[in-house]
């Protein structure tokens, strides 16, 4: 099918605020999005907040920032409005009750006044004597409230129920897995006792009124998507298509949840100090596992290669080696001043304070430590030095233990150097140190600068030594080398 054959198809995700958004729901926004895009269509966001009993009220919030951060944008949503508002289900629920009623009325539904207490004897019997069908026994359908009533186990407030016909079909076309076959489903709710809708029908009356044309969603939907299908047959509506994503998953193959696995929170990529484009491009990855085609792609590029047949129905494993490989390499991509303000916004958004004073030399330093950096939050410890005050520098025990026995010397001879270097540059710093030690005092390298390196960073182990002399400035270089000195 070429581009111009491609109808416009409006795409939506619908997470529920019950908590830190999941990274599946990034995921999901990431493949609806790509189609919307794909086909010149639009990208709906749905807050789904029926479940009140779980509701989080900074958890919507959440959900805006973190598909922002990602630039997973939508057209139509609750902060942004559009022709379908209102995008909060709580908002809609007078939409909901009058499709009820033409369910009830066209026998499709019926209400139910089984009591809590009744339904749970009801599955242990179920359980108890192996019944294959652990559904509801529809003790409750076709009787009048008074006739229920004189029942046991009734409840005042009914429910409301879809009526499953016997010979219902159970077949449906997905985009991504072809003819499947679901499970048999039994008389579900689709309104409970306070009057909200359950998911079955809420995203139903939803998707149809929003125009919804392509329905993407984990493959844990796949066993209702029968009463789905239903819903819109009996209520006179097209049929979407259907597209289930395979689940994440951790690496033991068990489905990535918040409980077990500090990943799948989406919050947590951007503590660690992911960046955005290199979690995007993650997940493309992970949903077309296996693709040949090059691991680094741009959510453009993404979009324009974007067919539903590439999709990997196997859970794809959740491997965070391969998502540090890609933010090192987005980190090396990044020009050293784009650089240096992301590694600023990731402090600032841990609750970490940066002083203007030390903004610029932290893009002074960017660039000597940008090759070693896997995350955002490595970013600090490697040029804490370089903000620590001269005097407040603590030299590692460690490091100190393993200076040469004349290290003393060495420092006496560096000082000498650095004290009447002519200028204060890295290639200048060099020349000197190089001068003295190596070619006067006929040192290894490896060994000529370990003392400098210690005394000016405090460790073994720290960026280029010249280049971070350079930054300190002669003073505070030299305070630093005479303060180990004196220390040994």
């Given at each position: 099918?070429?581009?111009?054959?491609?109808?416009?198809?409006?795409?939506?995700?619908?997470?529920?605020?019950?908590?830190?958004?999941?990274?599946?729901?990034?995921?999901?926004?990431?493949?609806n999005?790509?189609?919307?895009?794909?086909?010149?269509?639009?990208?709906?966001?749905?807050?789904?907040?029926?479940?009140?009993?779980?509701y989080?009220?900074?958890?919507?919030?959440?959900?805006f920032?973190?598909?922002?951060w990602?630039?997973?944008?939508?057209?139509?949503?609750?902060d942004?409005?559009?022709?379908?508002?209102?995008?909060?289900?709580?908002?809609?629920?007078e939409?909901?009750?009058?499709f009820?009623?033409e369910?009830?009325g066209?026998?499709?539904?019926?209400?139910?006044?089984?009591?809590?207490?009744?339904?749970?004897?009801?599955?242990?019997?179920?359980q108890?004597?192996?019944?294959?069908?652990?559904?509801?026994?529809?003790?409750?359908?076709?009787k009048?409230?008074?006739e229920?009533?004189?029942?046991?186990?009734?409840?005042?407030?009914?429910?409301?129920?879809?009526?499953?016909?016997?010979?219902?079909?159970?077949?449906?076309?997905?985009?991504?897995?072809?003819?499947?076959?679901?499970?048999?489903?039994?008389?579900?709710?689709i309104?409970?006792?306070?009057?909200?809708?359950?998911?079955?029908?809420?995203?139903?009356?939803?998707?149809?009124?929003?125009?919804?044309t392509?329905?993407?969603?984990?493959?844990?939907?796949?066993?209702?998507?029968p009463?789905?299908v239903?819903?819109?047959?009996?209520?006179?509506?097209?049929?979407?298509?259907?597209?289930?994503?395979?689940?994440l998953r951790?690496?033991?193959?068990s489905?990535?949840?918040?409980?077990?696995?500090?990943?799948?929170?989406?919050?947590?990529?951007?503590?660690?100090?992911?960046?955005?484009?290199?979690?995007v491009?993650?997940?493309?990855?992970?949903?077309?596992?296996?693709?040949?085609?090059?691991?680094?792609q741009?959510?453009?590029?993404?979009?324009?290669?974007f067919?539903?047949?590439?999709?990997?129905?196997v859970?794809?494993?959740?491997?965070?080696?391969?998502?540090?490989?890609?933010?090192?390499?987005?980190?090396?991509?990044l020009?050293?001043?784009?650089?240096?303000?992301?590694?600023?916004?990731?402090?600032?958004?841990?609750?970490?304070?940066?002083?203007?004073?030390?903004v610029?030399?932290?893009?002074?330093a960017?660039?000597?430590?940008?090759?070693?950096?896997?995350?955002?939050?490595?970013a600090?410890?490697?040029?804490?030095?370089?903000?620590?005050?001269?005097?407040?520098?603590?030299?590692?025990?460690?490091?100190?233990?393993?200076?040469?026995?004349?290290?003393?010397?060495i420092?006496?001879?560096?000082?000498?150097?650095?004290?009447?270097?002519?200028a204060?540059?890295a290639?200048?710093?060099?020349?000197?140190?190089?001068?003295?030690?190596?070619?006067?005092?006929?040192?290894?390298?490896?060994?000529?600068?370990?003392?400098a390196?210690?005394?000016v960073?405090?460790?073994?182990?720290?960026?280029?030594?010249?280049?971070?002399m350079?930054?300190l400035?002669?003073?505070?270089?030299l305070?630093?080398l005479?303060?180990?000195?004196?220390?040994?």
């Open positions: 099918m070429t581009d111009a054959e491609l109808l416009p198809a409006r795409l939506r995700v619908a997470p529920s605020p019950t908590g830190d958004p999941h990274v599946g729901t990034a995921y999901m926004s990431l493949f999005l790509a189609w919307a895009r794909r086909t010149k269509g639009e990208f709906v966001l749905r807050i789904e907040d029926t479940d009140r009993a779980r989080v009220a900074d958890s919507e919030q959440q959900i920032e973190t598909l922002r990602l630039d997973l944008v939508w057209d139509e949503g609750p942004v409005g559009g022709p379908s508002a209102p995008y909060r289900q709580s908002e809609r629920l939409t909901y009750q009058p009820v009623d369910l009830i066209s026998g499709h539904a019926y209400h139910c006044w089984c009591s809590p207490e009744r339904l749970a004897e009801m599955r242990a019997q179920q108890a004597s192996k019944q294959a069908n652990t559904g509801y026994d529809r003790l409750c359908h076709g009048t409230r008074e229920r009533a004189a029942l046991p186990g009734f409840s005042e407030t009914p429910v409301v129920r879809m009526f499953i016909p016997d010979d219902v079909d159970t077949t449906f076309t997905d985009l991504i897995r072809g003819e499947v076959a679901a499970p048999v489903p039994d008389d579900q709710v309104l409970k006792t306070d009057g909200f809708p359950t998911y079955h029908l809420a995203v139903v009356v939803d998707d149809h009124l929003m125009g919804i392509h329905v993407v969603r984990g493959e844990e939907w796949i066993s209702s998507t009463k789905h239903l819903l819109y047959r009996w209520l006179g509506w097209d049929v979407p298509a259907f597209a289930h994503m395979p689940l951790n690496t033991d193959k489905k990535i949840s918040k409980r077990k696995n500090p990943a799948a929170r989406l919050l947590w990529f951007r503590e660690q100090g992911y960046l955005p484009e290199a979690l491009n993650f997940l493309q990855l992970l949903g077309y596992a296996g693709d040949d085609e090059g691991e680094v741009s959510f453009d590029d993404f979009v324009a290669q067919d539903w047949a590439k999709v990997n129905t859970g794809p494993v959740f491997d965070l080696d391969k998502l540090n490989w890609l933010n090192g390499h987005y980190i090396r991509s020009a050293p001043a784009e650089l240096a303000k992301r590694i600023v916004e990731h402090l600032r958004f841990t609750g970490v304070e940066v002083p203007e004073a030390h610029e030399t932290l893009r002074a960017t660039p000597l430590i940008q090759e070693r950096l896997v995350l955002l939050s490595e600090l410890e490697k040029v804490q030095f370089l903000l620590t005050p001269d005097a407040e520098l603590a030299f590692d025990a460690y490091s100190v233990a393993k200076l040469p026995e004349n290290a003393d010397e420092l006496d001879a560096s000082l000498s150097a650095l004290e009447a270097a002519p204060w540059d290639d200048t710093i060099q020349a000197v140190l190089r001068q003295r030690l190596v070619d006067e005092l006929g040192m290894k390298p490896k060994f000529a600068f370990g003392p390196r210690v005394g960073t405090g460790s073994r182990v720290s960026p280029p030594l010249f280049e971070s350079e930054i400035g002669r003073d505070s270089s305070a630093r005479r303060a180990l000195r004196a220390q040994l």
